[in-house]
């Protein structure tokens, strides 16, 4: 998930105007102080140090709502979600309209795996005046999830247009674009994104990918290359740049990085896949052959496995054992391998 969102509305330092009837002065100044200080803890990422502060600001008074919210904040940066949450909940029982509050509980439950509630209170934020761009996004985002795409088309246009630098935002509505078919317009959103975020790996290499399906390999291998660059562990950019100089004939650099890709992540099934596919290209029909065993043995149910092997199978003459293939995966609902059975007759 992302990494929790700093508000400046938050974690404004507090000078107060008042007095409550039951601190003195120097417990109201000494209140103050350890807020502050925690405050700028957490803008320093120091969120130990921080919890530290609040609770110290906490033990003076316990009804202080946004020390509560903030060492919230801080305990679920920590990893500490239940804490968080806890903390949160005990901010809002103090001060019901705390509308920041709601944002910062949506954004933990969706932390937690509860997207659909969480959306509830980003909502909840936003109509009790709480409008900043991240409370859309994660709307947008909790709708991305859920295959919704127009609604979160929505959320991530509006994100956009509170803040046009949001890169994330670009980032993952051109997600939405290129399953609408709009190529150009998420080619569009990803190159915006890495030029807002020079350093967004995943974007270079999403956009790779969409260069592949528009023909353009040259550039996704460049694309792959400046995401390796910046994230030497992304097996996701290693498989894809090794399928990018297979469709290029570049069959020894395609090894060099699926290898690499299989390294970083020993099961990935696609990376296995596409080494299959290099190893029949290549004529080794017993290694290709070998390798689709054992992706179909950790994945037996899969129509499509079963598709390929039996492929390879006959190209390596072994017209049964590809029927047998063919077969299976028909009965696993691979319609499209009914051309296939005509051989087989």
């Not at 709480?130 to 994100?159: C, Q, T, W």
Request: proline share 2%; glycine share 8%; charged share 25%.
């Amino acid at each position: 998930m992302k990494k929790a969102i700093i508000s400046s509305t938050v974690l404004a330092l507090l000078v107060f105007s008042g007095l409550s009837a039951q601190l003195s002065m120097q417990e109201h100044r000494e209140m103050e102080r350890l807020y502050n200080d925690g405050v700028q803890e957490i803008m320093a990422e120091e969120y130990s140090d921080a919890i530290a502060s609040f609770s110290q600001a906490i033990s003076i008074n316990e009804m202080f709502p946004l020390a509560y919210l903030n060492r919230g904040r801080a305990k679920a940066a920590v990893g500490d979600l239940e804490g968080g949450m806890e903390d949160i909940d005990k901010g809002l029982n103090y001060d019901p309209k705390l509308a920041e509050a709601y944002f910062y509980k949506g954004y933990l439950m969706m932390e937690a795996g509860d997207s659909e509630e969480s959306e509830q209170y980003f909502q909840q934020a936003i109509d009790m005046g709480f409008v900043i761009p991240e409370a859309f996004y994660f709307m947008g985002l909790i709708r991305l999830l859920s295959a919704d795409d127009d609604k979160a088309l929505i959320h991530f246009n509006k994100a956009i247009s509170m803040k046009d630098d949001y890169a994330l935002a670009y980032h993952d509505r051109a997600g939405i674009k290129r399953r609408m078919g709009d190529h150009t317009g998420a080619l569009y959103d990803y190159k915006t994104a890495v030029n807002y975020n020079e350093e967004f790996p995943l974007a270079y290499n999403n956009m790779g990918t969409l260069k592949m399906v528009m023909g353009d390999y040259e550039g996704a291998i460049k694309d792959f290359q400046t995401a390796i660059e910046q994230d030497p562990d992304l097996f996701l950019a290693y498989n894809n740049l090794g399928y990018a100089y297979y469709q290029e004939g570049e069959l020894d650099l395609a090894e060099v990085n699926l290898i690499k890709a299989l390294e970083l992540k020993p099961g990935f099934m696609e990376a296995k896949l596409n080494r299959a596919s290099l190893f029949a290209k290549k004529n080794q029909m017993t290694d290709a052959i070998e390798l689709m065993d054992e992706v179909i043995s950790e994945n037996p149910d899969s129509g499509i496995l079963y598709t390929n092997r039996g492929l390879i199978r006959e190209m390596n003459g072994d017209v049964t054992g590809a029927c047998d293939d063919w077969n299976k995966a028909f009965e696993l609902g691979e319609e499209q391998v009914k051309e296939y059975l005509n051989e087989c007759n």
